[in-house]
């Protein structure tokens, strides 16, 4: 299945054109290189006559409303984030300029097939190929450009409240319902939600800055009954309900075995602390971490199966990776160094 999500590894014609540009443009590259000020840098690439600024505003075009870290509105887009934008385009230039392409097994797994099923194997594999991509391009398309549109709408309106003094910060409009958002613009509502205050909002934001995925209670409602037997499970599903000792398991995304050290990221402005060779330790990913890919030793996630975002494209680089843990990112410190286990599924802690 390797190469045949593009779309998931980030790849797009108007990054591989703005690469094949700055290669061939190097006050561009050092530009890019030595950044002082990424907004104002950015706009000079996107502005540069020829070939490199036409390239750099194409793809901005094409990313830079998209939100970096999921479908949530409270999310930045990229153009909100500069210094992360050109950090992600220096290391897709890194990466082109010694790519490591991971070998076609196809072959081999095809010469295992009995001669009478090969054919139906071909059929299988190729329709595979076809919809293997559905998943993060229906993200991309439908999802993330969207979701990057509202909250571009959401940001125009909270600058205009907050000139009227209804919002202590235009950003915390974010932090409010639909219907109240309309409250807010004096609009009719299709509820019968109130105004919320500038302090409310500001109180809300505080809050979502503070916790995260981890601080959601285990479950809503009724207590729910205890686990069962962990016999009675699926060998898979049993193994990662059984952490102990310095092991984590999870489901074995990406075959494969990688020992280096942890780098526990959580947000994209968090992306210049990888370095070549580490094992990336974060709650999931999204198309954010696409390019980020190349410099990556191994992938641990808390969640996740194997069609998330984060197995496919631990596929697609040949990164071994293990996801689905639920505990990678507690029990797993910035330095340490660990073995990760594609294959086994599974994530030890090396002496």
Same mark, same amino acid.
């Given at each position: 299945m390797?190469?045949t999500s ?5 790849a ?7 690469i094949a540009?700055?290669?061939q ?7 890019l290189?030595? &950044? ?5 840098d950015?706009e000079a690439?996107?502005?540069?006559d020829? /070939?490199?600024?036409?390239a750099m505003?194409a793809y ?5 409303y998209?939100?970096?870290d999921g479908?949530?509105?409270t999310?930045?887009s990229?153009?909100?984030l ?7 385009i220096?290391?897709a ?5 010694s790519? %490591?392409?991971?070998t ?8 295992r097939?009995?001669?009478?099923h090969?054919?139906a194997?071909?059929?299988l594999?190729?329709?595979?190929? $076809?919809l293997?991509p559905?998943?993060d391009?229906?993200?991309?398309? %439908?999802?993330?450009?969207?979701s990057? $549109? ?15 003094g209804?919002?202590?910060?235009? $950003? ?14 004096g ?9 919320p ?5 500001a109180?809300?934001a ?6 995260d ?18 016999? &009675?499970?699926p ?6 309900m059984q952490? %102990? ?8 995304a990406?075959?494969?075995v990688? @020992?280096g ?8 402005? @968090?992306?210049?602390?990888?370095q ?9 990913? &999204? ?15 808390d969640r ?8 496919i ?11 689905? &843990?639920?505990?990678a990112t /507690? ?11 594609g ?7 090396l002496?």
């Amino acid at each position: 299945m390797r190469g045949t999500s593009p779309v998931s590894a980030g790849a797009s014609h108007e990054l591989a054109e703005l690469i094949a540009a700055l290669q061939q443009d190097p006050p561009a590259r050092e530009t890019l290189e030595t &950044t002082y000020d990424p907004a104002a840098d950015m706009e000079a690439l996107r502005t540069r006559d020829g /070939r490199t600024g036409l390239a750099m505003a194409a793809y901005l075009d094409l990313v830079g409303y998209r939100l970096l870290d999921g479908f949530d509105i409270t999310n930045p887009s990229a153009l909100e984030l500069p210094d992360v934008l050109l950090r992600a385009i220096r290391a897709a230039l890194t990466y082109a300029a010694s790519p %490591s392409a991971p070998t076609d097994r196809t072959a081999e797994v095809r010469a295992r097939v009995p001669k009478a099923h090969q054919a139906a194997f071909d059929e299988l594999l190729a329709e595979a190929r $076809l919809l293997y991509p559905i998943r993060d391009e229906r993200g991309v398309f %439908s999802d993330i450009w969207a979701s990057g $549109l509202m909250r571009r709408a959401a940001l125009a309106a909270g600058r205009r409240l907050a000139q009227r003094g209804l919002l202590h910060d235009p $950003l915390h409009i974010v932090d409010a319902g639909f219907s109240e958002m309309l409250a807010l613009l004096g609009a009719p509502t299709p509820s019968a939600e109130g105004v919320p205050s500038a302090d409310d909002l500001a109180e809300r934001a505080a809050y979502r800055g503070a916790h995260d995925a981890h601080d959601a209670p285990p479950s809503l409602g009724p207590t729910p009954p205890p686990p069962p037997d962990l016999s &009675t499970l699926p060998p898979a599903a049993a193994r990662m309900m059984q952490a %102990s000792g310095l092991a984590l398991r999870g489901l074995a995304a990406s075959p494969g075995v990688y @020992e280096g050290p942890v780098r526990r990221v959580s947000h994209p402005s @968090e992306f210049d602390r990888i370095q070549k060779g580490d094992v990336l330790v974060t709650q999931s990913t &999204t198309e954010a971490f696409n390019i980020l890919l190349p410099l990556l030793g191994g992938i641990v996630t808390d969640r996740g199966g194997l069609l998330s975002h984060s197995a496919i494209v631990a596929r697609e680089y040949g990164i071994p990776g293990v996801v689905g &843990t639920r505990e990678a990112t /507690r029990r797993l410190n910035d330095s340490q160094r660990v073995r990760v286990d594609g294959t086994a599924g599974e994530v030890t802690v090396l002496p």
